[in-house]
C-alpha cells in the first residue's frame, strides 16, 4: 500500500554480506523491534511500487505488508528451514518443529483495505490499517497495553480529521474496530499446526515472524576471514559479493585444501 493506492510490486536488494551485516547489525541504538525493522527493510528493499525506498516510505508501509517483506527477505537470506522450539500445551515439553519462512501462509488485504467506513456508538468513524509509524509510536508503550491501545485508536479511528479517544468508546465498539481491522489487514499466518511427539496432542503453536534477526550469525565473519586470508581481496569486496557466490569460494577453497564441507577438517580453515 503506497500513498493510498494498492500495490504488489516490491523488489528485494541482492543478497551480499554487506547486507546480511547490515541485518545482523541492525538493533545497534535502536529502542524497539519496529524501528529495527523499519532499519532493515531500508536496507534491504531497493523499489516498492516502482518508488526507491526510503526510511518514511517503509513507515507508511501497513504492518501486514512490512511482515510480508520481512518473510521474503528471511527466506532470502536463510533458504533452508529453521528450527523452532515451543513448549507443549498439553505435556509442557519441548516440541521442535520445523518452518521455511516461504510456506507461511499469507492473508490477503481485505475488500476494504486500506480503510473503512464503520458505524460506532458514536457514529460514523473511519478506522485505516496500522503502519510502520504506528508500530514505532506504541513501542514505547509495551509493558502497558491500555496506553497503547490509547494511543493506536487515536492514530487508527477518526472522525473526518478529527481522531477519536478511545475513552468515548463502548467494549462492543472496541470489538467491531478490531474485527474490521482483521478484515481488512493482509496478515501472515501466526501459528502453526503441530502435533506432539511426547503426547500425541495435536495444537497450534504461535510462531514468531522476527525472531530469526536476533540469531546468532552464521559464520560471515569467518567466510570473510578465510576469503581474504587466501585471495587477499579487501572486506569490501568481500561484503559486496553476492552471498551465493561468497559460498561457492568457500567450497572451492576447501576443495583446494582437500577438505568437504561439514568435515571435522574443516575447522582447521578458521
Ligand atoms: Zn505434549
Known amino acids: 500500500?503506497?500513498?493510498?493506492?494498492?500495490?504488489?510490486?516490491?523488489l528485494l536488494r541482492p543478497i551480499t554480506g554487506r547486507l546480511e551485516r547490515e541485518v545482523a547489525e541492525s538493533g545497534r541504538g535502536i529502542q524497539s523491534l519496529a524501528e529495527q525493522v523499519t532499519r532493515i527493510l531500508t536496507h534491504a528493499v531497493e523499489r516498492i511500487a516502482g518508488q526507491k525506498v526510503s526510511k518514511d516510505r517503509v513507515r507508511q508501509l501497513c504492518s501486514g505488508d512490512r511482515e510480508f517483506l520481512m518473510l521474503q527477505l528471511q527466506s532470502a537470506l536463510h533458504p533452508g528451514p529453521r528450527w523452532l522450539t515451543r513448549t507443549c500445551r498439553g505435556c509442557r515439553e519441548p516440541v521442535q518443529f520445523q518452518l521455511k519462512a516461504d510456506q507461511i501462509p499469507v492473508k490477503p488485504a481485505g475488500r476494504q483495505f486500506p480503510k473503512a467506513e464503520v458505524l460506532l456508538s458514536i457514529g460514523k468513524v473511519d478506522?485505516?490499517?496500522?503502519?510502520?509509524?504506528?508500530?514505532?509510536?506504541?513501542?514505547?508503550?509495551?509493558?502497558?497495553?491500555?496506553?497503547?491501545?490509547?494511543?493506536?485508536?487515536?492514530?487508527?479511528?477518526?472522525?473526518?480529521?478529527?481522531?477519536?479517544?478511545?475513552d468515548t468508546l463502548s467494549r462492543e465498539d472496541q470489538l467491531q474496530i478490531d474485527r474490521t481491522l482483521d478484515e481488512m489487514s493482509p496478515q501472515a499466518g501466526q501459528r502453526i499446526t503441530t502435533t506432539c511427539p511426547y503426547c500425541e496432542l495435536n495444537q497450534d503453536l504461535p510462531i514468531d515472524h522476527y525472531g530469526w534477526i536476533t540469531e546468532p550469525g552464521r559464520g560471515l565473519d569467518q567466510e570473510i576471514h578465510t576469503i581474504a586470508f587466501h585471495y587477499h581481496w579487501s572486506e569490501n569486496d568481500i561484503l559486496s559479493l553476492p552471498s551465493r557466490r561468497r559460498k561457492t569460494y568457500i567450497q572451492l577453497i576447501e576443495q583446494s585444501l582437500g577438505m568437504h564441507p561439514g568435515s571435522k577438517d574443516r575447522q582447521k580453515l578458521w
Request: negative net charge; charged residues 35%; proline residues 6%.
Open 1 to 10: 500500500m503506497l500513498d493510498g493506492e494498492r500495490r504488489r510490486d516490491c
Open 127 to 166: 478506522i485505516r490499517v496500522p503502519n510502520g509509524g504506528d508500530e514505532e509510536a506504541v513501542a514505547g508503550s509495551a509493558r502497558d497495553p491500555e496506553s497503547a491501545l490509547k494511543i493506536l485508536v487515536r492514530r487508527l479511528v477518526s472522525v473526518g480529521q478529527e481522531p477519536v479517544d478511545a
